[in-house]
């Protein structure tokens, strides 16, 4: 790149060198020329002279002399500006010297007196001093001759040498010329390599990107289409992009046919328990603008089937946070439903076994006494004892029925929500639990309103208060007391986010072991017990559930200071829409 | 039939159920106290001539075992019957007294099992 600027400066520089240099020698052949026309004025300007002097000689009429006077100061001039331009020169001086001194020879010897013999009218006819006359001047002439071919020389030589500066020049400035091409060609060759070097391997690498951009476009769609769970895509404004394998499945839709088909006709949601349709995970994601949580819900399928989900959808933004995209997951959680059914069940079953010792007491005591008593009936009695027995009996008998209608609300499930007074439904789990507070020696107190009035599934509700009051038993130390408190709740103003609706708090307080802080996390989650064998560490997840499909939540606190040990239990129940039914059901 | 007026200690919580089971006894000529739980059985056990007890197993504070344990450290002759709701007590509780049964098994299968005691 710097080469050739370089080398373009040293031919221009060198031509300027030239250009001065050839200036000069036409400044020495412009001088030499003066000098020849000044050597040729002093020839004409010495004739003068000579054809003054002579015409004077002959005449002596002053008016011939005139010539010789007027050259005297023209020939000083001419004299001092050749020795000026021989010094330009730097030629011979002593050439001017002598031609200065010859004609001065000639004024002093030659010219003056014979002016002044004319003019004193002496002889003028001296052959002798004519003839000496004659060879100053002819002297004079040969010195000036000499001057002037040593200016012709001069005048040559600078001639000569000023074309073949010339010549050198333009030789300098064709192979200049040549060089720079060269050169300039050799750096644009060379550019041009470069630039093309650099456009390969561009391409090169845009070819790689390229592949590698193919190549994970791949495996996320071999991802995607292998993932375990149903994907679709969605653009922003709900048309259908991608669907993956598992989500043709599920959905029945294949993703040719639901290309661009709109979301809420492929994938369409209700609610699991009501069949109401909820709102689909696309239009939550647009409203709020960010993901959603796993919400579960039953999804249509396409021939009308369904199938229980769990669902969520997630938004794909663009760098300025514009909506592109919906992003909809999936998962047919029917299995999973259905194990959960089961350990539900079994959960059931291990609350039973848990209430046989109550069972077996409260049946088995009451029916020992009516036995006993119908002994005693056949044996001879009097009428009064015979009507007392029967009165003992009788009483014995309700209490069995009492039992017997407490363990089958247990069991009967209802099909529908209903509404529900709570204090009937913990007072008859307190009757199944009592022989086991008594055991224990563990007194309850229980303060419900009448009005506390909740929707929901009365043997549900009944399943999880006797598994929460059975905890607070457990943990319970003899002759402590467990608090159950209800209060109503009623619809805040625009909603509160733990109670949002109108509903009923039961608080179940113990003063028991409490619960460690490292156990409380785990509390909900099944198979997790502190009872070793006597749990199934289903108890509460199951509770949680019922309290959850009941639209309510369940919290818990438990304090360990030493003045104050416990825990705190508190289940919120909401009212509903169900309508108390005037004719009283057998809860 | 007469038992001769053998006196019989009846300890059980259940009021209705001792009640009953008293005149049945007495019926059959044997001298009946009662208690309605453990420690003022065990009262009694003490205060009183006891031949026998009839005892029940599920009581609040006190169980049927501990209290037969007590009366065994006590007076280790006095034949104890222990009566259960629950089918299936563990053999270390069960070990303790001379009969167990179940309630329910009726009012003779009662008697037979207590006049067994005496036979010895």
Same mark, same amino acid.
């Given at each position: 790149?710097?080469?050739?600027?370089?080398?373009?400066?040293?031919?221009?520089?060198?031509?300027?060198? &030239?250009?001065?240099?050839?200036? &000069?020698?036409?400044?020495?052949?412009?001088?030499?020329?003066?000098?020849?026309?000044?050597?040729?004025?002093?020839?004409?300007?010495?004739?003068?002279?000579?054809?003054?002097?002579?015409?004077?000689?002959?005449?002596?009429?002053?008016?011939?002399?005139?010539?010789?006077?007027?050259?005297?100061?023209?020939?000083?001039?001419?004299?001092?500006?050749?020795?000026?331009?021989?010094? *330009?020169?730097? #030629?011979?001086?002593?050439?001017?010297?002598?031609?200065? !001194?010859?004609?001065?020879?000639?004024?002093?010897?030659?010219?003056?007196?014979?002016?002044?013999?004319?003019?004193?009218?002496?002889?003028?006819?001296?052959? #002798?001093?004519?003839?000496?006359?004659?060879?100053?001047?002819?002297?004079?002439?040969?010195?000036?001759?000499?001057?002037?071919?040593?200016?012709?020389?001069?005048?040559?030589?600078?001639?000569?040498?000023?074309?073949?500066?010339?010549?050198?020049?333009?030789? #300098?400035?064709?192979?200049?010329?040549?060089?720079?091409?060269?050169?300039?060609?050799?750096?644009?060759?060379?550019?041009?390599?470069?630039?093309?070097?650099?456009?390969?391997?561009?391409?090169?690498?845009?070819?790689?990107?390229?592949?590698?951009?193919?190549?994970?476009?791949?495996?996320?769609?071999?991802?995607?289409?292998?993932?375990?769970? #149903?994907?679709?895509?969605?653009?922003?404004?709900? %048309?259908?992009?991608?669907?993956?394998?598992?989500?043709?499945?599920?959905?029945?839709?294949?993703?040719?046919?639901?290309?661009?088909? *709109?979301?809420?006709?492929?994938?369409?949601?209700?609610?699991?328990?009501?069949?109401?349709?909820?709102?689909?995970?696309?239009?939550?994601?647009?409203?709020?603008?960010?993901?959603?949580?796993?919400?579960?819900?039953?999804?249509?399928?396409?021939?009308?089937?369904?199938?229980?989900?769990? %669902?969520?959808?997630?938004?794909?933004?663009?760098?300025?946070?514009?909506?592109?995209?919906?992003?909809?997951?999936?998962?047919?959680?029917?299995?999973?439903?259905?194990?959960?059914?089961?350990?539900?069940?079994?959960?059931?079953?291990?609350?039973?076994?848990?209430?046989?010792?109550?069972?077996?007491?409260?049946?088995?005591?009451?029916?020992?006494?009516?036995?006993?008593?119908?002994?005693?009936?056949?044996?001879?009695?009097?009428?009064?004892?015979?009507?007392?027995?029967?009165?003992?009996?009788?009483?014995?008998?309700?209490?069995?029925?009492?039992?017997?209608?407490?363990?089958?609300?247990?069991?009967?499930?209802?099909?529908?929500?209903?509404?529900?007074?709570?204090?009937?439904?913990?007072?008859?789990?307190?009757?199944?639990?009592?022989?086991?507070? !008594?055991?224990? &020696?563990?007194?309850?107190?229980?303060?419900?309103?009448?009005?506390?009035?909740?929707?929901?599934?009365?043997?549900?509700?009944?399943?999880?208060?006797?598994?929460?009051?059975?905890?607070?038993?457990?943990?319970? *130390?003899?002759?402590?007391?467990?608090?159950?408190?209800?209060?109503?709740?009623?619809?805040?103003?625009?909603?509160?986010?733990?109670?949002?609706?109108?509903?009923?708090?039961?608080?179940?307080?113990?003063?028991?072991?409490?619960?460690?802080?490292?156990?409380?996390?785990?509390?909900?989650?099944?198979?997790?017990?502190?009872?070793?064998?006597?749990?199934?560490?289903?108890?509460?997840?199951?509770?949680?559930?019922?309290?959850?499909?009941?639209?309510?939540?369940?919290?818990?606190?438990?304090?360990?200071?030493?003045?104050?040990?416990?825990?705190?239990?508190?289940?919120?129940?909401?009212?509903?829409?169900?309508?108390?039914?005037?004719?009283?059901?057998?809860? | 039939?007469?038992?001769?007026?053998?006196?019989?200690?009846?300890?059980?919580?259940?009021?209705?159920?001792?009640?009953?089971?008293?005149?049945?006894?007495?019926?059959?000529?044997?001298?009946?106290?009662?208690?309605?739980?453990?420690?003022?059985?065990?009262?009694?056990?003490?205060?009183?001539?006891?031949?026998?007890?009839?005892?029940?197993?599920?009581?609040?504070?006190?169980?049927?075992?501990?209290?037969?344990?007590?009366?065994?450290?006590?007076?280790?002759?006095?034949?104890?019957?222990?009566?259960?709701?629950?089918?299936?007590?563990?053999?270390?509780?069960?070990?303790?007294?001379?009969?167990?049964?179940?309630?329910?098994?009726?009012?003779?299968?009662?008697?037979?099992?207590?006049?067994?005691?005496?036979?010895?």
């Amino acid at each position: 790149m710097l080469l050739p600027i370089v080398f373009l400066l040293f031919v221009a520089g060198l031509l300027v060198w &030239q250009v001065r240099s050839a200036e &000069q020698t036409v400044e020495r052949i412009q001088v030499a020329n003066q000098n020849i026309a000044t050597a040729n004025l002093i020839s004409a300007l010495v004739v003068d002279e000579e054809t003054g002097v002579r015409g004077y000689q002959n005449t002596s009429n002053e008016i011939f002399l005139q010539p010789y006077e007027f050259s005297i100061g023209p020939l000083q001039d001419a004299f001092a500006k050749l020795r000026s331009g021989i010094a *330009a020169e730097h #030629g011979d001086q002593s050439a001017i010297d002598d031609l200065v !001194a010859a004609h001065q020879q000639w004024v002093t010897t030659i010219a003056e007196p014979m002016i002044d013999t004319v003019r004193n009218g002496g002889n003028t006819r001296d052959p #002798g001093a004519n003839l000496r006359g004659k060879a100053a001047l002819d002297n004079i002439r040969a010195i000036n001759g000499a001057i002037i071919d040593t200016e012709k020389q001069q005048n040559a030589i600078a001639v000569q040498r000023w074309q073949s500066q010339v010549t050198h020049t333009l030789y #300098g400035v064709v192979a200049a010329s040549l060089i720079s091409g060269v050169l300039i060609g050799a750096f644009a060759r060379n550019r041009l390599h470069a630039v093309t070097t650099a456009f390969q391997s561009t391409l090169l690498a845009l070819r790689d990107e390229t592949q590698i951009t193919y190549q994970s476009e791949q495996r996320l769609l071999a991802t995607l289409t292998s993932i375990g769970e #149903g994907v679709v895509v969605c653009s922003s404004e709900g %048309c259908i992009e991608l669907l993956n394998s598992v989500a043709e499945h599920l959905t029945g839709w294949s993703q040719y046919e639901a290309l661009n088909l *709109a979301i809420h006709k492929v994938f369409v949601l209700v609610d699991e328990a009501m069949r109401d349709a909820v709102e689909n995970p696309f239009d939550q994601v647009k409203r709020t603008n960010r993901l959603t949580g796993t919400l579960h819900a039953l999804l249509v399928q396409r021939e009308g089937s369904v199938l229980q989900i769990d %669902c969520s959808g997630s938004p794909i933004h663009d760098r300025f946070g514009t909506l592109l995209r919906v992003v909809i997951v999936f998962r047919d959680v029917t299995e999973q439903r259905r194990t959960q059914a089961a350990l539900v069940a079994s959960e059931k079953l291990a609350v039973a076994g848990r209430l046989a010792a109550t069972i077996a007491h409260e049946i088995h005591n009451p029916l020992d006494a009516v036995v006993n008593l119908l002994y005693l009936m056949k044996s001879s009695s009097t009428p009064e004892e015979m009507q007392q027995f029967i009165q003992m009996a009788s009483v014995e008998l309700d209490r069995v029925t009492q039992i017997s209608r407490a363990m089958l609300g247990m069991y009967r499930e209802s099909r529908t929500p209903v509404a529900l007074e709570l204090k009937p439904i913990v007072d008859s789990v307190l009757v199944l639990l009592e022989r086991q507070l !008594a055991k224990a &020696q563990i007194s309850i107190t229980s303060v419900i309103p009448d009005d506390a009035i909740v929707t929901g599934y009365p043997a549900e509700l009944r399943q999880v208060f006797t598994n929460l009051i059975s905890n607070a038993a457990e943990a319970s *130390a003899p002759g402590s007391s467990i608090e159950i408190l209800a209060r109503l709740i009623a619809a805040p103003r625009g909603g509160s986010p733990a109670h949002p609706r109108a509903g009923v708090i039961v608080i179940i307080n113990d003063h028991g072991t409490g619960i460690a802080a490292s156990d409380l996390d785990r509390l909900f989650t099944p198979f997790f017990t502190t009872k070793g064998e006597h749990g199934t560490g289903l108890g509460l997840w199951v509770s949680q559930g019922i309290i959850e499909k009941h639209g309510g939540n369940i919290t818990v606190e438990s304090r360990a200071s030493s003045t104050d040990q416990g825990t705190t239990i508190s289940v919120f129940l909401p009212r509903g829409e169900a309508e108390l039914s005037t004719t009283k059901a057998d809860n | 039939m007469s038992q001769s007026g053998h006196l019989v200690l009846c300890v059980d919580d259940e009021t209705v159920g001792l009640q009953v089971r008293r005149l049945i006894l007495e019926r059959s000529g044997y001298k009946v106290i009662t208690a309605l739980d453990g420690k003022s059985g065990l009262s009694l056990f003490e205060s009183n001539p006891v031949e026998a007890v009839v005892l029940d197993y599920a009581m609040p504070g006190m169980h049927g075992g501990e209290v037969a344990a007590r009366m065994r450290e006590r007076k280790p002759h006095v034949p104890i019957l222990l009566l259960s709701a629950y089918l299936g007590l563990p053999p270390e509780i069960t070990k303790l007294v001379n009969v167990y049964m179940t309630k329910g098994e009726g009012a003779p299968a009662l008697l037979e099992k207590l006049g067994s005691l005496f036979e010895n």
